[in-house]
Structure formats: C-alpha cells, structure tokens
C-alpha cells in the first residue's frame, strides 16, 4: 500500500505523459501537414513555401509534347499580368479562389511592398479543352514576368522556354513604351503573339483607341484582340482556348539525348541550389545522372518535378515540360543560367544559351560595419544566383574598406537589389554613386575603360586626348499636351532628337539619343513629374559618342575620398560640385578641428565649404588681469587644433553617402 504522497506523484507522471504524447501527436500530424520538425520548431518548407509533397494523381507521361503548351505574359509596368496569371491559376484549378494572396506569382517580400514583378516565375497547369472534337487534357506551362525596363533581362530569359506569348495592354493606357520592347523581344524570338485588352471594366477604358494602336503599330490584326477584365473574371473563358488554339506545341523530340536549358536557380537552406529547367529534347528521371556543358561536373538528380504552383515532385520530366531540377549542387557558382544540362557519357550539342547581358550601371557595395565582409559576401553570392544579371567583383575603398563594384541593368534594379540584401539577408550596406561604364585615351594611344571612377587619377602622367561615353535610344510615349515639357527635360539632358511622331490625336511617340550618365539617377522621376505621371519610356543601348568629361574629387582637409569621386560633363562640374560640398556640409558632424570640403577637377578646386571647429572658451577662468596671459592660452589652443587636425580623421555617415546619391 503507498502512501498518498506517492499516489499523488504517480497521477502527476501518468497526466505528464499522457500531456506529452497527445503534444507528440500533434507535432507528428503538423509534420504531415507542413514538414513541421519536433525537435527545433521551425517549418521546413522550402523557399517559396513548397512543401516538396508528391503529387500521384500527376503523370507527366500522359502529355506528348503536342499536348504542352509554353506561354509568357508580357506587358509594360502596370497593365495587369501578375492579376491575370492568378485568374488563369483559379480557372484552371491550380491555386482555389479566395485562398492565397493577390498577386499569387509575386514571391518576394520587395515585389510585394512595390507592387512590382522583380522575378519571372513558372507555374504549370492542367486544362481539359474540346480540342477537333476530342475532349483532351492540356499541360499549361505560364510564365508571368516584369513589366519594369530594367528587368527586360528577365523577359529575354523567359521567352527562350516559349512558344507563344499574352501581350497585355491596359485598355484605358493604351500600348505604352515596354508594350513595344516586350513585343519586338518576342517578335525576334519568332513567337505567337496574342493580343489581350485588360481592364475594360475600367470606366476610362477604350479597347477600339487601342485596337488602332495595336494595328498601326504591330501590324496585328484587332479582330484576334481578346477584350477582359482579370479583376472581375470578365473575358477570361476566352483566354486558354486562344493559347491552345494559337500557339504551337514545343518543338523538341522525345527519342533525341536529354538537352535541358538552365532558365533560373536559387538557392535553398535544406535542397541546395535548385534549378529551373526546360527540357527541350529527351526526357529526365530521378536517380539519372546529368552533367554540365559549361563546368564539365555530374551530378545525381535527387528531386524532379514541376511547379504547381508550389514544387511537386513528378519523379520524370519529358520533351517540351518546364520543371525544377534538384542535384546536389551546393556552389551557387556551378549553376549557370544558360548552361545546357544532358545525361553523363552522352555527347550532345550545347544549347544557343542566352545574350550575354549589358550592365548600365555600376555601384560600390561597402558593410556599414568593416567587420561583416564576410557575412555581406555570403549574402551577395547567395543573392547573384537567384538574380544572374548582377557581375559582382572586389575592391577596397581607403575611405570604405574592402566591398564589391557591382553591375546593374538600372537604377531600379540596383534599388531592388540593395533592399533585397537586407530584407532576405540582413545585411546592411553603405552604396556609392552610381556609375556608367566610359573610355579614355591617352596621348599615348593607350585607352582604359573605366567603371570606378577612383580607378582614374586625378592628375594622370599621360594627357588625356579624348572620352567616350556610353549613350542609349530612349523611347518616350507621352500625351500630346506635354511634348513641349519634354523636349525641354531632352535638351537640358544633351538629347538628340531622332523621331518625333504621332500614335493617334492624343499621344506623341518621341525617340531621342541621350547620354547614359544624364537618365541613370533622377531623369525617370523628374519625366513622370512634368506629364503628371502619364508618360512611359523605356532605352536600349546604342554605341558610345564623343564627350568632354572630366573627373570631379571630393576633399575632406586636403585628402581625397575616392568612394566620394565621380565623372561628368565639363558644363555641369561647377553645378554639381557645389551642391555635392552644401550637402555635405550639413550631414558630416563638426569635430574639435575645423574641416574643409572641396571639390575640385585635377589641381583646381571649383567649390569649397568650410567646417567650423569646436572650440572651448579657455578665457573664462580669467576675470582680469594681463591681456598677454590670455593671448598665451588662446595661441596654446591654436596649437594643439592645429596637431589635432594633422592627425585626427573625419567621419562620413552613412547619410552623407545617401544625399550625394540624390544629388548626383
């Protein structure tokens, strides 16, 4: 017989145990659901909040490359194709309405916080469709990619695993500048092109105005123009009969060597890399062994699949699919988009793979803090493999320290990249002025491309005889009232008018050649603001001219600052040299020694400001007496600002860096 304090611990161990294996119950049925891990508590879902789950009612095997459909939805900033690929996703089963966010295909925390597309993303989809009088299953495979010029690197890439393309025009906007850039990247690439007319729900909409534009333009005819509204579901039944209808199946074979083409890879904690692929010849099973065209290694194929909408292992991938390829690859570096991945000890012919891409513009990245180098390359290298478009290389800064000199296909793309740092990575980072590309030639024949500005000195040993800058072809819709405006901005920008047309009564076409330098920070901004928001423009690059520039240094006491360094034109130096020493002016603390700011072209400074020091009254112990006893002090005060200024250091803050890009 036990005691009634051995009873009542008995009962607390059998209510203890029973606690904790109705908690391990729930634990193991959250598993099940979400890949939920007992022991630390974090869900072990992967990026993009796949679940990797196998999806058996899926075989792949049942869809022959002329049951497979490939289509990207192209259009400008704005007309609404991340909305339409959410009601195709709804029409077609794959993601249930009202479940979900808006904007489905819109992933990443920056996309979400703009409004924008930053990443083209894949999402593959089943559709039964009476197709010549047979009741057959269809393979979707969408694309829906950015609207925004400098991610036309994005669209490029993603219309290399099409057949066929939506081009969205806003019908109250009309076609707008990157309405034309997308159509002439899928009009070169040989693609179907179905016109849509979004937004007709709109009370300002006008589909017949932009039927016009859509003939007078593209040469495409009005009648094959779908008319819908993707935010009330109005005209969408119309959509996926016209893809099906209209656009060719894939043209690989089935019989041919495995040929993939690597679209996209990011990097995930648990799987590694995981690569985005189109196949476009053969077909690929786990447990296969593939290789690389670029870098030569194999790798075993541990996971295949598509994404629907989410990761969904299918175990196979055939002729014509687009999928997710998980080998191992553990180096963001052995993950090349554009690289041809095929079976080991086969021997194929290498894919075209993509255009090289141009950077526009190149921007120093520095930690805040000396010390996170390593912790901002890590972010860095991880970040370059989900977005191949950014070169990254090292440098040192005497004012900044060790970073990178990163290149960018835009100011917007640079933007996205540094907030995407610190959101995904927490890195915190100090960025400098922008920069293009320019070439120099010396007396000596000799020329040097630079892209850092501190890379050229000041006062070279060989006489600088002539300069290139790079220059783009900008095109610029506006409505017509504000073409004076505009010419104006044009002008004041050293434009060279080359087309100035009409596209109907109300909006004018311009395209002007124009130095890169002059539209890389605030001309964008400065062109919605004159046409109240109403104009669009987009550039492609074109060859580099003849300019008169020269180098613009920063002095801080005599020293120079070469993350602070920049290259202009001869006329504008004066200007932006004494904004650059106002600005900072305000935003770098005073010390106990005066500083001095200046900027100047070579030896000859063009503006300069002036910090005063801090300065302690050592005359208020003395209430009389001799004068020379208070010159004494006053002159031994002197002295020691004069030691202090020789060999204390000044201290930029991170702000100062800001404002200069602003101002810059």
Known sequence: MCSPLVASRTLKLQALSQHSICNSHKLRRLGSIGGWNSILGWNQSAFFGSQFREDSSIDLTQYPSDKIRNFSIIAHVDHGKSTLADRLLELTGTIRKGHGQPQYLDKLQVERERGITVKAQTATMFHEYNFKGAKTSFLLNLIDTPGHVDFSYEVSRSLVACQGVLLVVDAAQGVQAQTVANFYLAFEANLAVIPVINKIDQPTAD??????QLKSIFD???DEALLTSAKTGQGLEQVLPAVIERIPPPPGKYSSPLRMLLLDAYYDEYKGVICHVAVVDGALRKGEKISSAATGQSYEVFDVGIM????????????????????????TKEARVGDTLYHSRMTVEPLPGFKPVKHMVFSGVYPADGSDFEELSNAIERLTCNDASVSVSKESSSALGLGFRCGFLGLLHMDVFHQRLEQEHGAQVISTVPTVPYIFEFSDGSKMEIQNP??????????????????????????????GSIITLCSERRGEQLEYSFIDSQRALMKYRLPLREIVVDFYNELKSLTSGYASFDYEEADYQVSDLVKLDIL?????????ATIIHRSKALRVGRELVDKLKKFIDRQMFEITIQAAIGSKVIARETISAM??????KCYGGDVTRKRKLLEKQKEGKKRMKRVGSVDIPQEAFHQLLKSS
Do not use: F
């Open 207 to 212: 589909p017949d105005r932009v039927k016009e």
């Open 220 to 222: 495409l005819n009005p």
């Open 308 to 331: 629907h909408p989410e990761l969904t292992p299918t175990r196979v991938l055939l002729t014509g699919q687009v999928g997710y390829v998980v080998s191992g690859m553990r180096s």
């Open 454 to 483: 501190a890379m050229l000195p000041s006062n070279p040993k060989q006489r600088i005889t002539t300069c290139w800058e790079p220059t783009v072809i900008a095109t610029i819709i506006i409505p017509s009232e504000y073409v």
């Open 556 to 564: 801080l006491n005599a020293q120079p600052v070469d993350a602070m």
């Open 615 to 620: 300065r302690k009254n050592v005359l208020a």
